[in-house]
């Protein structure tokens, strides 16, 4: 069971919008009106108005090395390869040289979604023929192997920041969508994996609450061990998903998304212990850090709701600090699940959202 299927496709847009506020922008308005029957479709129809707002723009170009034989000086000249030419009487350079070129890997990335959507079955005719108009602007463009991505070192600038948002979804599709057949294809499921959908979901509730409640800080900050002598090496960082705070009253919230959010043992119940831990251990370090003055740190495990019959539900008093545990239904309408969100912050805060 892959839990996202119980996710409408429509809140997965809302999740995205938020997560990237470019998607809020008038040129998207279409799209946030469309009714989409899986997630495939969503992801075309966002590519199309983002690809097509970038080649308005026009696409990025950076410099890139060349080491080439031609007949005319260009760059520099690379002695020995140009001797080696004089020796066997050929009337060729080996010079190298800088080309500012738009076949580099933020397009070659942009161009292999593209052609991984177009080739899918469950993409409606719509998109793919937009799609293939687009694609005439990348015929210069290579295509790339998506198993040699290297997402984890790109790196976004003033230059290139508008394919952020971009290459954020074609990375939702090639890692989170991507199968490879028997005799070695691409083709496309028919979900996001639930590790894709984990980070989108926690990316959504941050910057939803830093959306809707500029009056509280909002971040996912580290918390800092509490030691008695100061020594912490090889301690694991701990770094919160979301931390909601206001002068002296902390939340501190972990977002969990998996297939099941209980673990079952014997036909009973009960929460995912490393989960429960972990919480634990990061309300109990950032209490100490208000050093006795009066305040409030809370945790909770917020867990993105399955179709189980079991769904945790629970508050707990834990050595002064209370430990909640909820889950979050988003297979409803959007306005439903703002408003249980809004809830926790006018719970814990006594904040009203103003927007």
């Not at 495939?40 to 970038?54: E, M, V």
């Not at 001797?83 to 066997?88: E, L, M, P, V």
């Not at 799609?131 to 998506?146: G, Q, V």
């Not at 394919?163 to 599709?173: A, D, H, K, N, R």
């Amino acid at each position: 069971m892959k839990q996202n299927k119980n996710i409408r496709i429509k809140n997965i847009y809302y999740m995205l919008s938020y997560a990237f506020r470019i998607l809020q922008q008038s040129n998207f308005d279409e799209v946030a009106t469309e009714e989409f029957d899986n997630t495939q479709n969503l992801f075309a129809a966002i590519l199309c108005k983002g690809i097509g707002q970038q080649l308005k723009h026009g696409l990025y170009r950076e410099y890139q090395y060349k080491l080439e034989d031609i007949r005319t000086v260009r760059g520099r000249i690379d002695m020995p390869g140009t001797i080696r030419h004089k020796i066997a009487r050929e009337q060729e350079l080996t010079c190298e040289y800088d080309e500012l070129t738009e076949n580099n890997l933020l397009n070659q990335i942009l161009k292999t979604t593209a052609m991984l959507l177009l080739r899918s079955r469950e993409v409606e005719t719509e998109y793919k023929d937009v799609l293939k108009k687009e694609m005439l602007y990348f015929s210069e463009i290579s295509l790339i192997e998506p198993s040699f991505i290297q997402w984890e070192r790109l790196r976004f600038h003033r230059n290139n920041q508008t394919y952020q948002m971009l290459i954020s979804i074609c990375q939702l599709v090639l890692q989170g969508m991507l199968l490879t057949t028997e005799d070695g294809e691409n083709k496309l499921a028919s979900f996001v994996d639930d590790q894709r959908m984990c980070r989108l979901y926690e990316k959504f509730i941050l910057e939803y609450y830093r959306k809707k409640f500029p009056e509280l800080h909002v971040s996912a900050s580290q918390i800092n061990w509490a030691l008695d002598d100061g020594i912490g090496t090889m301690l694991p960082v701990m770094q919160s998903d979301i931390m909601l705070s206001r002068q002296n009253t902390v939340l501190i919230i972990d977002a969990k998304y998996y297939s099941h959010t209980t673990q079952e043992q014997y036909g009973i119940h009960s929460l995912h212990s490393n989960n429960l831990y972990q919480i634990f251990t990061y309300v109990k370090n950032k209490d100490t850090e208000f050093a006795g003055r009066p305040h409030s740190a809370s945790g909770m495990l917020l867990y993105a709701r399955t179709d189980e019959t079991i769904q945790p539900d629970q508050s707990y008093q834990m050595s002064g600090n209370r430990i909640d545990v909820r889950t979050l239904d988003l297979n409803q309408e959007f306005t439903v699940i703002a408003e249980q969100l809004n809830l926790i912050v006018e719970e814990f805060f006594g904040v009203n959202s103003g927007i």
